[in-house]
């Protein structure tokens, strides 16, 4: 994915009907890992891109560990030192992230917490950089900190898809719907919206509805209402993202 999150590009045919089961939620699945129902709040930043993948990699690492790992990824960490993935103004890349992450590592929100304004983004495009330096409350050294992927990877297929989140936990995507508002427990269709990735999400379950059907996806505008269903097929979420997810080591 080259388009920045804001998004992801690419698109395949695939069938948007889910087999077996028809509803899973990975916040039930995996009660034991908090982080999975943890609300983020990335601010007035475009930043939506670190925020997901550090989500993912910390629900990731907790479902691995079977919740004996606590370590959260920290997305001020990614967002300002991942040069090539984009900045926290304009967007950035998932699949950039996740590269970022396998060959460079990612510190923890111990380290390097991020911390928003309700009004203002603090990490300006222009005086953002990257820290090598845990903040003074930490424990730890940026060094002994600093975590690295085993690998990642790329799905497309909607059954694989499926498959992946429910052996691994949530996955990251693209979508051209518009959450900036608190979402509610009505699925939304984006119809009429601008069919450009502009979002990047954190997909955590699925379910069918009245007879549609829905990716549920966590948002990251810090809103208590931060769980949200993109009908499925309709949310660009399949016809021009590609899935992320990591493969952490434990």
């Known amino acids: 994915m080259k388009q920045k999150l804001r ?7 695939r069938s948007h009907r889910i087999t077996d089961p028809p509803n899973f939620d990975a916040r039930e699945n995996w009660s034991h890992c908090p982080s999975i129902s943890r609300t983020y709040n990335q ?25 004996r790992n606590t370590f959260n990824y920290s997305a001020r960490n990614l967002a300002t030192c991942c040069k090539v993935c984009g900045d926290i103004i ?6 950039e992230a996740f ?33 090598t330096e845990c903040v003074k409350e930490s424990k730890r050294t ?20 499926q498959r992946e989140i429910m052996s691994n936990g949530p996955l990251a995507a693209g979508t051209w719907a518009n959450l900036t508002e608190s979402c509610t427990n009505e699925i939304l269709s984006c119809d009429g919206l601008c069919k450009i990735l502009t979002h990047a999400v954190r997909i955590i379950g699925w379910g069918t509805e009245k007879g549609k059907d829905y990716w549920l996806v966590a948002n990251s505008y810090g809103s ?24 952490t080591n434990v």
Not at 46 to 67: E, F, M, P, Q, Y
Not at 226 to 243: D, P
């Open 7 to 13: 998004g992801s590009s690419r698109s395949r045919n």
């Open 43 to 67: 601010g007035c930043c475009n930043s939506c891109w670190a925020v997901v993948v550090a989500a993912v990699l910390t629900d990731r690492s907790c479902i691995k560990s079977n919740g």
């Open 90 to 95: 304009e967007g950035g890349i998932l699949l």
């Open 99 to 131: 590269v970022y992450w396998k060959t460079t590592g990612i510190v923890s929100e111990e380290c390097q917490p991020y911390n928003v304004s309700d009004m203002v983004c603090q990490y300006n495009k222009n005086e953002s950089k990257c820290e």
């Open 142 to 161: 940026y060094e002994d900190d600093l975590r690295l992927g085993e690998n990642f990877s790329e799905l497309q297929n909607v059954a694989d898809i």
């Open 224 to 247: 208590e209402r931060n769980i949200c269903k993109l009908e499925r097929g309709k949310c660009g979420i399949e016809e021009g993202s590609s899935f992320y997810h990591g493969i």
